[in-house]
């Protein structure tokens, strides 16, 4: 048994070997894949073979990793890799360095993923296509229905201000004729005018927060819409 280990341990360093070769050809496959927007039409098949390359390597990759898994678990399973401190200590550092790898590989997959869906949305329409199953439809589609959706919201929260601005300036108009109501009964009663004039500093600090708040919902609203 401890002979079938370390031929385990052995094909697991080869293999480790192998995934991190294919890696770093796989990141810069990923990162250099497609031409820039706005080569000639001779350079027009060269995405399509990068992409063929990557998707080659991805599912080479993918197969190594799953041995690789297979063959740290036949470890797991054998005698000497349960008997000993040291035993557990490399498996558990072939465990952490398949973690790796695989976090690697699946970073790579969505930065590339991620690359392909804005170059594709800002090619031009003689350039549309499918690459790596991405529907160029359908990315449309997606950004359309964010954009309306965004609109729509907007739309709400203006009709909510300008309706809000009609009932504060409603309320001015009444507080404007409850203040000649006021005026006109202090000039026939000058014991309440002392109260009219509390009144009147109220009324002004609460205009000023009133206008404070709504200059802050505006600024937000600005802010919400713009960004």
């Given at each position: ?23 770093v050809a796989f990141g810069k496959i990923g990162a250099n894949g497609s031409s820039p927007i706005g080569h000639s039409s001779s350079t027009d098949t ?61 970073k790579i997959s969505v930065n590339h993923t991620a690359r392909i869906e804005r170059e594709e949305l800002f090619r031009g329409p003689e350039n549309i ?73 109220k009324k002004k600090r609460d205009a000023l927060i009133v206008g404070a708040v709504i200059g802050l919902c505006v600024v937000l609203l600005l802010l919400?819409?713009?960004?």
């Amino acid at each position: 048994m401890a002979k079938n280990h370390d031929v385990l341990r052995k094909q697991a360093r080869q293999l480790e070997n192998e995934i991190d070769m294919k890696l770093v050809a796989f990141g810069k496959i990923g990162a250099n894949g497609s031409s820039p927007i706005g080569h000639s039409s001779s350079t027009d098949t060269s995405p399509l073979l990068g992409e063929s390359m990557f998707d080659s390597l991805s599912t080479e990759i993918e197969q190594k990793l799953d041995k690789l898994a297979s063959i740290n678990e036949a470890m797991a399973e054998s005698s000497s890799a349960g008997t000993s401190t040291a035993g557990m200590h490399i498996l558990q550092r072939h465990r952490e360095i398949l973690l790796s790898y695989r976090q690697e590989f699946n970073k790579i997959s969505v930065n590339h993923t991620a690359r392909i869906e804005r170059e594709e949305l800002f090619r031009g329409p003689e350039n549309i296509s499918k690459i790596s199953g991405l529907n160029r439809r359908d990315m449309y589609m997606k950004e359309s229905n964010h954009l309306n959706s965004s609109n729509a919201l907007i739309n709400d929260q203006i009709n909510i201000a300008i309706e809000t601005r009609e009932n504060l300036l409603s309320q001015r108009h009444a507080f404007k004729r409850l203040q000649t109501r006021f005026n006109d009964i202090s000039n026939r009663f000058p014991l309440i005018s002392s109260l009219i004039q509390r009144i009147n500093i109220k009324k002004k600090r609460d205009a000023l927060i009133v206008g404070a708040v709504i200059g802050l919902c505006v600024v937000l609203l600005l802010l919400y819409a713009f960004n």
